[in-house]
Nanobody, 127 residues
Framework: QVQLVESGGGLVQAGDSLTLSCAAS????????VGWFRQKPGKEREFVGT????????YYADFVLGRFTISKDDARNTVYLQMNSLTPEDTAVYYC????????????????????WGQGTQVTVSS
């Protein structure tokens, strides 16, 4: 089992940057791809981006527009979501999720493809 805990959320102003952390425990996530999702108030949860277990392959939703970067630190068993140029439209609860471990490099975008989920961290961007 993999337990995930997100942190780093908070209240920021438009144009600011924020880095979210997704700390894993219970098992190494070295061979697990990790995705980030977000849920805006009153909306369905949506895909933000993902990083393959290699730590070298990433894929992002179109709305990211080069503003977000996902990185993976296997030594710390942690994945990061660095967010720049935040806008009020980025206000949401952000979740990280891990796939089941695999040696196959995949970049998954659907919630159903992830086995483990964190509880989420709130990001609020004021205008």
């Amino acid at each position: 089992q993999v337990q995930l805990v997100e942190s780093g959320g908070g209240l920021v102003q438009a144009g600011d940057s924020l880095t979210l952390s997704c700390a894993a425990s219970g098992r190494s996530i070295k061979y697990h791809g990790v995705g980030w999702f977000r849920q805006k108030p009153g909306k369905e949860r949506e895909f933000v981006g993902t990083i393959a277990w290699t730590g070298r392959d990433t894929y992002y939703a179109d709305f990211v527009l080069g503003r977000f970067t996902i990185s993976k630190d296997d030594a710390r068993n942690t994945v990061y979501l660095q967010m720049n140029s935040l806008t009020p439209e980025d206000t949401a609860v952000y979740y990280c999720a891990a796939e089941e471990g695999s040696s196959i490099v995949t970049l998954k975008t659907r919630e159903s493809e992830y086995a483990y989920w964190g509880q989420g961290t709130q990001v609020t961007v004021s205008s």
